[in-house]
């Protein structure tokens, strides 16, 4: 895969249009109306996607209800045990874990192929890791977390990413928001990691976001085979301009950290922060792109993404936010003579 | 004899979810209903204390956050290890609150006259760990400042309260000798004279090598997450006050077994000579649906029977 400093890239999920919330609700309109209602927005986000200039692209996840429940309705042995908060009134529905797993079959497949027939650009194809779907699920059956989220990576992911590869994917971000939320855990993580994409040859992100401070992945991430974070910053930052430590205190703690340890993985920015509706000055863009890419020594390793999915904003607010981005991403270019 | 009893915040039924989602019209009644019923649900499962199930809370601490003067709403946070957020308290100037809060925020009306009525707050550390500090010295300070209003609140309900449950899940994270000393000195100013039997709940972490730094605590009830801290990897030590075990898991779906959990209870026994004990969840239920809730508080009754010929 070709190198592109300071590539632009989606991270997950657009808010779906109102329109096709209705039509999926709608009990009168047929199934193959409501797969190409599904195509039709998918190939919606992936356009704005291109004419917004992003270097690599999917398809802000259309066809998905949301990424764990999506992706265990598509696993034997999890069944849905009911709705939990997720905040105030915004609940997310949880799975629990009766019997071994088993895997059914590439469930990404059909939109993977359908972003690849539509697009030139790179692909990132985003999927929910096996720590996570382990970590947000009631575990009835296994003696072990420990069990749970290795029989996942073994006989779940990693027969999906090799099925997913096998027709074309070449770089896969494995959703991970769990990753940090148990420090304790970090070992397990990485081993999971590991044996999802054992043997399958692709490039791979790690999407984590809002868990704790990313410095205690250390050391035990630098064993883990990925080759690049994506990684949640701005909601941590401040928002004033500049690249001093003090004005980038949301970057500076794992910035520092990456470059004690020597790192040489790329670095997926989080530069837009998914909740809140006030846009990113593009100016604000390209200090926390110059200040990243000064920690790392290294423009090279910076590419440069919103925190997280932008779903909780409006799609007005997501396009005014990734045209800052590609526009502060622009400005950091030039200063950079990229 | 074993008592029992249930934690914090209990889930929304699926109705209820519905109902908050399209903003009902009559959602106050709503959840008024389903308090009732949950209550009832308590009193027939022969909980020793029964609680508001503050299904109309929308995290642990937001009365708090949004009646305490000095206090702003922040941004939503991680509570704790879990995938659920609350809004960050955000400390702006010196903190005071009415004396109101509980008292408007807790349906004192549902409980009948012959119930044992328990209340649920988090500890002032707790609070002050989970707010964003951007006024006070230190971290203490402002916890002082939660146990002044934690008091002064609770001095307010008092006559109507039989039990406050103090849950304090970062206090249970602390592993410093005198920093839980400053906080104990805390609790002391937070709980004296008030009359009311008090409970220190220590959910959420193994506390296997703290609990000594704890049990000099001025509490009648130290609660233990026995899910968290596993009872046959800790050593004897005396506690001469009634231990609350969290040994029923607030955080997973699987029944617990009462013949184990029995057995379990036993070896607890035997390691800290307790003056009583009670069984509750190992934190609020509201991370399970309120099906698998409502069949956990029966299973806890069905151990409350089976403990019944054991001589504890």
């Known amino acids: ?338 | 004899m074993i008592s029992s009893w249930v934690s914090g915040i209990y889930p929304r039924s699926e109705s209820l979810i519905e109902a908050t989602r399209t903003y009902d019209k009559d959602l106050k009644q709503l959840f008024k209903k389903e308090k009732i019923r949950s209550i009832k649900h308590q009193i027939n499962n022969k909980c020793d204390y029964i609680s508001d199930p503050l299904i109309d809370w929308d995290d642990n601490l937001r009365p708090f956050t949004d009646n305490i003067k000095g206090i702003e709403r922040g941004a939503l946070s991680r509570y704790y290890e879990n995938n659920t957020f609350y809004r960050q308290p955000v400390i702006i100037g010196n903190i005071s609150s009415s004396g109101k809060i509980l008292k408007n925020n807790i349906n004192f009306e549902l409980f009948s006259k012959k119930s044992k009525v328990k209340i649920d707050v988090l500890d002032p550390f707790t609070l002050a760990d989970l707010s964003k500090n951007n006024h006070y010295k230190s971290k203490i300070d402002l916890a002082n400042g939660f146990g002044k209003i934690l008091r002064k609140e609770l001095t307010n309900i008092k006559n109507k309260v039989d039990l406050i449950q103090f849950n304090a899940p970062s206090l249970a994270k602390i592993k410093q000798k005198e920093q839980i000393q400053s906080i104990k000195q805390i609790m002391d100013k937070t709980t004296k004279g008030l009359n009311v039997k008090t409970c220190l709940n220590l959910c959420g972490s193994d506390i296997s090598n703290n609990i000594k730094n704890f049990i000099d605590f001025n509490v009648d009830i130290i609660g233990i997450d026995f899910i968290n801290t596993k009872s046959n990897k800790l050593q004897a030590i005396e506690i001469d006050k009634t231990l609350a075990c969290g040994i029923i898991d607030a955080k997973n779906t699987k029944m617990e077994n009462p013949t184990k959990v029995i057995n379990e209870i036993k070896l607890i026994n035997k390691l800290f000579k307790p003056k009583s004990i009670a069984i509750i969840p190992n934190w609020d239920f509201e991370f399970i649906p309120l099906e698998f809730t409502y069949k956990k508080i029966r299973i806890m009754n069905q151990i409350k029977m089976k403990g019944k010929g054991i001589n504890l």
Not at chain 1, 190 to 214: D, R
């Open chain 1, 1 to 338: 895969m070709k190198k592109l400093p300071l590539a632009t890239q989606e991270i997950g999920s657009m808010r779906k249009p109102r329109w096709l919330v209705n039509l999926l609700k709608n009990k009168n309109i047929s199934s193959e109306m409501k797969q190409k209602a599904r195509d039709d927005v998918s190939l919606l986000n992936l356009k704005m996607f291109e004419n917004l200039g992003l270097d690599v692209v999917y398809d802000g996840e259309a066809k998905r209800v949301e990424m764990y429940e999506y992706t265990i309705h598509r696993i034997e042995g999890i069944t849905l045990a009911g709705r939990i908060r997720s905040w105030d009134n915004k609940y997310y529905n949880k799975g629990r874990c009766i019997k071994k797993l088993k895997y059914k079959g590439p469930y990404h497949l059909d939109e993977f192929l359908f972003v690849k027939e539509n697009t030139n650009n790179l692909i990132k194809l985003p999927i929910t890791g096996a720590y996570t779907l382990a970590d947000w699920s009631y575990n009835e059956y296994y003696k072990s977390k420990e069990d749970f989220v290795m029989d996942i990576s073994k006989n779940i992911i990693r027969p999906l990413i090799k099925d997913l590869v096998k027709e074309g994917a070449d770089f896969i971000q494995i959703d991970e928001p769990a990753a940090t939320t148990h420090p304790e855990e970090m070992n397990l993580v990485v081993e999971s990691f590991n044996e999802s994409i054992k043997g399958i040859n692709a490039k791979y992100g790690i999407h984590i976001c809002y868990s704790g401070n990313y410095s205690d992945m250390y050391p035990q991430v630098l064993e883990m085979k990925n080759h690049q974070y994506e990684l949640e910053f701005a909601n941590r930052d401040s928002w004033k301009k500049g690249m001093q430590h003090s004005n980038r205190k949301g970057y500076a703690s794992f910035m520092k950290t990456f470059k004690e340890y020597g790192e040489k993985k790329e670095i997926g920015l989080g530069v837009l922060d998914v909740h809140v509706d006030d846009i990113e000055p593009p100016e604000l863009v390209r200090d926390r792109i110059l200040y990243a890419a000064k920690m790392a020594d290294d423009p090279n390793l910076i590419h440069v993404n919103p925190d997280c999915g932008l779903r909780t904003r409006t799609r007005e607010i997501s396009f005014s936010k990734l045209k800052s981005m590609v526009t502060g991403t622009k400005m950091a270019k030039k200063k950079l003579e990229l």
